[in-house]
C-alpha cells in the first residue's frame, strides 16, 4: 500500500508519530528491485494510517494548476534532498534514491535529455552533476562547477557557479570560461543567449544584487540597488522580464522587474518565505517554494502579474522545481 502525502513533510510524518506512542515503525520499503519508478510505501502501521488518511482529505481538490506539465524537484520528503520528477499524473519518482548527500537545484536541459544538478554526494562540497531524466547516467560536470547550474538556450553551455564566480562550459566538461571575479552566484541565461543574470554580492557589508553580464564577460550592469538581499534572477521566457526574491520588506517574497532593472514590483505576500522563482515554458506561470511552519515547504504557481496563486498537490518538502521544457 502507497500513500502520496499532499501538504506533509517527512518531518511532519515523524512529528505525529511521536504522538502516537502505540506505533510500532515498519522498515522503509523502497522498492529498490523494481528500479527507479517507485512511491514511498507507507512507513507505519494502522492507527497512524488512519491519521494521515484522514488529513490527506484537506488536500486542495481543484484541477491540478499546472496541468500534465512535468516538474523535476528538489525535495526533502524523505528527510534528506534527493531529486524527484513530479509526472503529468502527479505521480513522484525519486531519480537519486538512496543517498544520504543532498542532491538539489535541478534543471531542465532545453531539449528535455538531460538534467543538471548539484550535490555533495563526493564528500567534499557541492559539485555539479549530470542525469538522464529518469535518473541513470550521472556524471560529475567537473571539478570546478560548484554549483547553480544554467543551461544556455540551445543547450551547448552550462552556466555555473565555480568558487566564487560564474563560469560557463560544454555539458561535456570542455572549454570552461570564467565571466567574473568575484562575489557572483546564481546564474540565469537570457533566452537570447546574450547575457547572463546573476547574483553579485558583497561580503561586508553584506549586499546581495541582481547584475547581468554578457556572455563573453563584458558589460557587467547592476539592475537592483536595494539595502535587501536579492537572490535567484530568473528571465521570463520572451526576455522581457526577471523573476527573483528579495528580504527587502523584512521577510523574503517573489518579485519581478523589466529586463533593465526598472518596474520593480512584489508579487508575493505571505507571512513566511517565498523563494525561488521560475517561469512556465510558455512565460503563463510563475512557480516559486513558499515555507509554511505547519507543513514545512511545499510548490506554488502564479500568475507573472501574482494573481491566481495556487498549491502545487504533492510538492511536499520541495524548495525548487524546474518545468520540462
Same mark, same amino acid.
Given at each position: 500500500?502507497?500513500?502520496?502525502?499532499?501538504?506533509?513533510?517527512?518531518?511532519?510524518?515523524?512529528?505525529?508519530?511521536?504522538?502516537?506512542?502505540?506505533?510500532?515503525?515498519?522498515?522503509?520499503?523502497?522498492?529498490?528491485?523494481?528500479?527507479?519508478?517507485?512511491?514511498?510505501?507507507? +512507513?507505519?502501521?494502522?492507527?497512524?494510517?488512519?491519521?494521515?488518511?484522514?488529513?490527506?482529505?484537506?488536500?486542495?481538490?481543484?484541477?491540478?494548476?499546472?496541468?500534465?506539465?512535468?516538474?523535476?524537484?528538489?525535495?526533502?520528503?524523505?528527510?534528506?534532498?534527493?531529486?524527484?520528477?513530479?509526472?503529468?499524473?502527479?505521480?513522484?519518482?525519486?531519480?537519486?534514491?538512496?543517498?544520504?548527500?543532498?542532491?538539489?537545484?535541478?534543471?531542465?536541459?532545453?531539449?528535455?535529455?538531460?538534467?543538471?544538478?548539484?550535490?555533495?554526494?563526493?564528500? $567534499?562540497?557541492?559539485?555539479?552533476?549530470?542525469? $538522464?531524466?529518469?535518473?541513470?547516467?550521472?556524471?560529475?560536470?567537473?571539478?570546478?562547477?560548484?554549483?547553480?547550474?544554467?543551461?544556455?538556450?540551445?543547450?551547448?553551455?552550462?552556466?555555473?557557479?565555480?568558487?566564487?564566480?560564474?563560469?560557463?562550459?560544454?555539458?561535456?566538461?570542455?572549454?570552461?570560461?570564467?565571466?567574473?571575479?568575484?562575489?557572483?552566484?546564481?546564474?540565469?541565461?537570457?533566452?537570447?543567449?546574450?547575457?547572463?543574470?546573476?547574483?553579485?554580492?558583497?561580503?561586508?557589508?553584506?549586499?546581495?544584487?541582481?547584475?547581468?553580464?554578457?556572455?563573453?564577460?563584458?558589460?557587467?550592469?547592476?539592475?537592483?540597488?536595494?539595502?535587501?538581499?536579492?537572490? +535567484?534572477?530568473?528571465?521570463?521566457?520572451?526576455?522581457?522580464?526577471?523573476?527573483?526574491?528579495?528580504?527587502?520588506?523584512?521577510?523574503?517574497?517573489?518579485?519581478?522587474?523589466?529586463?533593465?532593472?526598472?518596474?520593480?514590483?512584489?508579487?508575493?505576500?505571505?507571512?513566511?518565505?517565498?523563494?525561488?522563482?521560475?517561469?512556465?515554458?510558455?512565460?503563463?506561470?510563475?512557480?516559486?517554494?513558499?515555507?509554511?511552519?505547519?507543513?514545512?515547504?511545499?510548490?506554488?504557481?502564479?500568475?507573472?502579474?501574482?494573481?491566481?496563486?495556487?498549491?502545487?498537490?504533492?510538492?511536499?518538502?520541495?524548495?525548487?522545481?524546474?518545468?520540462?521544457?
Amino acid at each position: 500500500m502507497s500513500l502520496q502525502l499532499h501538504g506533509y513533510s517527512g518531518q511532519r510524518v515523524e512529528r505525529l508519530a511521536r504522538r502516537l506512542p502505540t506505533l510500532r515503525p515498519m522498515p522503509d520499503t523502497r522498492g529498490k528491485s523494481g528500479g527507479r519508478m517507485h512511491t514511498r510505501s507507507l +512507513a507505519y502501521v494502522t492507527p497512524l494510517a488512519f491519521l494521515l488518511l484522514s488529513t490527506c482529505g484537506k488536500s486542495p481538490t481543484a484541477a491540478d494548476p499546472v496541468g500534465k506539465a512535468v516538474l523535476v524537484m528538489s525535495s526533502n520528503w524523505t528527510g534528506q534532498y534527493d531529486i524527484w520528477l513530479r509526472d503529468s499524473t502527479d505521480h513522484l519518482i525519486d531519480l537519486t534514491p538512496g543517498t544520504e548527500f543532498f542532491d538539489v537545484s535541478p534543471t531542465w536541459s532545453p531539449d528535455g535529455q538531460h538534467i543538471a544538478f548539484a550535490s555533495n554526494r563526493g564528500g $567534499n562540497g557541492y559539485f555539479v552533476y549530470l542525469m $538522464n531524466p529518469d535518473g541513470s547516467g550521472v556524471k560529475k560536470l567537473s571539478d570546478t562547477a560548484n554549483a547553480g547550474p544554467a543551461w544556455s538556450p540551445d543547450g551547448l553551455r552550462i552556466a555555473f557557479v565555480g568558487g566564487t564566480d560564474i563560469w560557463t562550459g560544454n555539458p561535456d566538461g570542455s572549454q570552461f570560461q570564467r565571466l567574473t571575479f568575484g562575489g557572483a552566484i546564481s546564474p540565469s541565461w537570457s533566452p537570447d543567449g546574450q547575457k547572463i543574470a546573476f547574483v553579485c554580492y558583497d561580503a561586508t557589508p553584506p549586499n546581495a544584487e541582481i547584475c547581468t553580464i554578457t556572455t563573453a564577460g563584458l558589460d557587467t550592469t547592476n539592475l537592483t540597488n536595494d539595502p535587501g538581499r536579492d537572490y +535567484a534572477p530568473q528571465w521570463s521566457p520572451d526576455g522581457q522580464k526577471i523573476a527573483f526574491y528579495s528580504d527587502r520588506s523584512g521577510r523574503f517574497e517573489i518579485y519581478v522587474m523589466n529586463a533593465d532593472g526598472s518596474g520593480q514590483v512584489r508579487l508575493t505576500d505571505f507571512f513566511t518565505s517565498s523563494i525561488n522563482p521560475t517561469w512556465s515554458p510558455d512565460g503563463r506561470l510563475i512557480l516559486f517554494s513558499e515555507d509554511d511552519p505547519n507543513v514545512g515547504t511545499r510548490l506554488y504557481v502564479m500568475n507573472p502579474d501574482g494573481t491566481d496563486q495556487r498549491i502545487i498537490p504533492n510538492t511536499s518538502g520541495a524548495e525548487s522545481a524546474s518545468f520540462r521544457p
